[in-house]
């Protein structure tokens, strides 16, 4: 799996600082808070992610783009919660992108934000979409797009403000265009992989409940 983004540039620093370290037997601090989860793009070899991304993308080739870095999106969600209002929900913070071999423009894109449960825009639906429940969370899949919402109780200051949103999570399946034998098996996957995504973010918000801690189990609902 290859990675493009300002984070490879930066990624080759630390690596040569942390070489340059054990060379001269110094102890040094690289001072990256971040050192443990770099980013919330990578995919570990032989992880749900990429079993689940491999599945969805059919190939073994595939390219990642790093949107934002963790910091990032963690500021831009908690400042999206602390000004948000009761109608509109915040824009999405994009994480990531994938997609099949370098010269494809098909995406497998994930983006995260809030709303608020007392708005009074009409319920989340997509075309065609099937519900479902992962966990006891709420989710809707089609062909190609996946939406996800749960409770995160944030810590600290804007722990009453989370309890009056939902987060939320938005993937956009666009490999899937123009295909037309998208079966549940497929949707099955797409929901699973927008769950550990999303959960890679909740994780980096501290959401105190730990919404997605569970691993996914995905259950699709009959359709009103």
Same mark, same amino acid.
């Given at each position: 799996?290859?990675?493009?983004?300002?984070?490879?540039?930066?990624?080759?620093?630390?690596?040569?600082?942390?070489?340059?370290?054990?060379?001269?037997? =110094? &102890?040094?601090?690289?001072?990256?808070?971040? %050192? #443990?989860?770099?980013?919330?793009?990578?995919?570990?070899? /032989? *992880?749900?992610?990429?079993?689940?991304?491999?599945?969805?993308?059919?190939?073994?080739?595939?390219?990642?783009?790093?949107?934002?870095?963790?910091?990032?999106?963690?500021?831009?969600?908690?400042?999206?919660?602390?000004?948000?209002?009761?109608?509109?929900?915040?824009?999405?913070?994009?994480?990531?992108?994938?997609?099949?071999?370098?010269?494809?423009?098909?995406?497998?894109?994930?983006?995260?934000?809030?709303?608020?449960? =007392? &708005?009074?825009?009409?319920?989340?639906?997509? %075309? #065609?979409?099937?519900?479902?429940?992962?966990?006891?969370? /709420? *989710?809707?899949?089609?062909?190609?797009?996946?939406?996800?919402?749960?409770?995160?109780?944030?810590?600290?200051?804007?722990?009453?403000?989370?309890?009056?949103?939902?987060?939320?999570?938005?993937?956009?399946?666009?490999?899937?265009?123009?295909?037309?034998?998208?079966?549940?098996?497929?949707?099955?996957?797409?929901?699973?992989?927008?769950?550990?995504?999303?959960?890679?973010?909740?994780?980096?918000?501290?959401?105190?409940?730990?919404?997605?801690?569970?691993?996914?189990?995905?259950?699709?609902?009959?359709?009103?």
């Amino acid at each position: 799996m290859r990675t493009s983004g300002p984070d490879v540039l930066e990624a080759l620093v630390r690596s040569t600082v942390a070489l340059l370290c054990v060379l001269t037997l =110094a &102890s040094c601090d690289s001072g990256a808070p971040e %050192a #443990k989860v770099d980013h919330l793009c990578e995919i570990v070899p /032989s *992880a749900d992610e990429e079993v689940l991304l491999r599945g969805i993308l059919r190939t073994e080739d595939i390219e990642t783009q790093i949107t934002n870095r963790t910091k990032r999106v963690q500021e831009g969600l908690e400042r999206g919660l602390r000004g948000m209002g009761t109608e509109k929900a915040t824009l999405p913070w994009y994480t990531c992108a994938y997609w099949p071999g370098a010269q494809s423009r098909e995406r497998a894109t994930f983006g995260f934000g809030w709303a608020p449960r =007392a &708005s009074k825009e009409p319920e989340w639906s997509l %075309a #065609k979409g099937v519900p479902y429940e992962v966990n006891g969370v /709420s *989710a809707e899949t089609n062909d190609t797009y996946t939406k996800l919402r749960v409770q995160c109780d944030m810590p600290g200051e804007l722990g009453q403000k989370s309890k009056a949103a939902w987060f939320y999570a938005n993937a956009s399946y666009t490999v899937n265009i123009p295909r037309t034998d998208i079966d549940q098996a497929a949707r099955d996957r797409q929901t699973a992989l927008t769950y550990l995504m999303a959960r890679r973010v909740t994780d980096a918000l501290g959401c105190e409940n730990k919404p997605l801690e569970k691993p996914p189990v995905v259950k699709p609902l009959p359709t009103p």
